[in-house]
């Protein structure tokens, strides 16, 4: 489901919004997510799951093409890694 679908859907549920406020519904919430992951905050939405910024450090790391040598470790800047770990909603239910 893409961004378009989704908003079509929220727009079929009876909440009387239009597509085009659909669209900006969603475009409101993903950026409230990313604002707050960018703050180093993390968002938990019950039932949905919980959303994080992870920092990694910089570290040396193996080149797997280079068997030895001045080139064969190098180094990765640090980074943020997002990840999104599902709620109790999404239970892995059979029908």
Request: hydrophobic fraction near 35%.
């Amino acid at each position: 489901m893409n961004r378009e679908e989704l908003a079509q859907t929220l727009c079929d549920l009876d909440l009387n919004l239009s597509p085009r406020d659909a669209l900006r519904v969603l475009d409101t919430l993903s950026g409230a997510i990313r604002n707050t992951l960018k703050a180093g905050r993390t968002v938990c939405i019950s039932g949905f799951g919980t959303f994080e910024a992870e920092q990694i450090p910089a570290r040396r790391v193996r080149n797997p093409r280079v068997a030895s040598g001045p080139y064969a470790f190098q180094e990765v800047g640090a980074k943020v890694r997002y990840r999104w770990k599902a709620g109790g909603g999404f239970t892995n239910q059979q029908g």
